[in-house]
């Protein structure tokens, strides 16, 4: 259906910041959700930034005002600008998109779930280390 890849992780101090890049090509949905979603160690994934398809942009909670996410929809890239990190934030970082189905939510828990089957497009993953 579609490749999803990702680039920018690293290691970084507390504080620090880091710029994610993702890239979608193939077949992609007309009006996709396309966003960031993480797992730490042992925990289960979890949304961070996510735009739908009507260009509505959500960002977790445990994020907010640190991370922000750009899409060009021209492209299907998805950056997400991560500034004051925190350990906490270490995390494989990982980037989906809808290859079938448009995508109009704000619900995380909802469009990661594969009752949906919405991200049908993930990733790789790339690794964001965050030391203290």
């Known amino acids: 259906q579609a490749q999803v890849v990702e680039s920018g992780g690293g290691s970084v101090e507390a504080g620090g910041s880091l710029r994610l890049s993702c890239a979608a090509r193939g077949n992609i949905a007309d009006r996709p959700c396309m966003g960031w979603f993480r797992q730490p160690v042992g925990k289960e994934r979890e949304g961070v930034a996510m735009v739908d398809g009507s260009g509505i942009v959500t960002i977790a909670d445990s994020v907010k005002g640190r991370f922000t996410a750009s899409k060009d929809n021209a492209k299907n890239t998805l950056d997400l600008q991560m500034n004051g990190l925190k350990p906490e934030d270490t995390a494989m970082y990982y980037c989906?998109?809808?290859?079938?189905?448009?995508?109009?939510?704000?619900?995380?828990?909802?469009?990661?779930?594969?009752?949906?089957?919405?991200?049908?497009?993930w990733g790789q993953g790339t690794q964001v280390t965050v030391s203290s």
């Open positions: 989906a998109t809808s290859a079938r189905h448009s995508c109009f939510t704000r619900n995380f828990t909802w469009v990661m779930g594969p009752q949906s089957g919405i991200l049908n497009s």
